[in-house]
DNA sequence: ATTGGTGCAAAGGATTTGCAGTCTA
DNA sequence: TAGACTGCAAATCCTTTGCACCAAT
């Protein structure tokens, strides 16, 4: 996937940039939301970006902050986590990563182990390839 | 998790003795949506499953369907697998195995490759436990 | 009688859609 | 001006909930 070298966080300009290195065109709004995504690296719903955005004073609405994220996620500028049946969680995280998920609590966080890394891959059929690995280990204190 | 021995397609009778294993009361809804479930490793949502049911002409209600796969998934009966936003996969395989999830077709099939299953575990903080590894690979023909 | 389980319909909540208005090249 | 984008509200769709009824201990 997408292995960008970020500094969180990310300034206005470099947002821009970045935008423009996905071909994304960046609108007020697209560079607000991704603005408010990449201040750290971080697990966001949906409702909770369209909140922040919104605290942070810019206008945004629901549908564009829904439009955006499809958009990001499919440009490969953030990943859908999906992990909580509820909603999808957008990572803003661009380094390569795997999700620890407390069961108990529904925290979500980022593990780094360079084992983890080992991941060997399968056997493709034919004419396909992987773009992305998610792994995700559910974890409990009980 | 579990690692059950089973052979598919299982049996009224197995049905019963594994929801017994597994503490579970084997109501007769609870055993048609078993049967149903293990008649092959599959992956099924809420909906196929009342749909499956209902046409092999045992009534069930959507109700009693979601309250009993969420006490299989509670229980360790089924794995659900969270990959599409749609909706809530059940995983009737009980086998240790990874996802194929093509990004195109939206289709989901197992991974068995043994290498896979050399994937080291994260270190984690004092107290906690992995009950669960998911491992999806995405991939795309494009 | 008490507890557990089921079914129905209504409610809830996240996401999408239709469409009119707006911006920008 | 065309095409891209946004916003609002209504619609959709999956899932949960409240509650009455039924079954089994």
Redesign the interface.
């Known amino acids: 996937m997408n292995t960008l070298n970020i500094t969180f966080p990310l300034e206005r300009s470099e947002v821009v940039s970045m935008l423009q290195h996905f071909k994304i065109s960046p609108t007020r709004q697209r560079v607000e939301i991704a603005e408010f995504l990449f201040q750290r690296p971080q697990h966001l719903s949906a409702e909770k970006i369209l909140d922040g955005v919104t605290r942070e004073g810019n206008r945004v609405s629901r549908a564009t902050v829904y439009n955006t994220m499809g958009l990001f996620s499919n440009k490969g500028v953030v990943r859908?986590v999906?992990?909580?049946?509820e909603r999808?969680f957008y990572d803003s995280n661009p380094e390569v990563h795997?999700h620890?998920y407390?069961?108990d609590t529904g925290e979500l966080t980022d593990?780094y182990?360079a084992?983890?890394e080992?991941?060997?891959?399968?056997?493709?059929p034919e004419?396909?390839?992987?773009?992305?690995?998610?792994?995700?280990?559910?974890?409990?204190?009980r």
Request: avoid cysteine; charge should be negative; glycine fraction near 2%.
């Open positions: 859908e999906l992990i909580d049946r999808v795997q620890l407390n069961i593990v182990d084992e983890v080992m991941v060997a891959e399968p056997e493709l004419g396909l390839k992987i773009i992305d690995t998610d792994i995700v280990y559910k974890v409990t204190a």
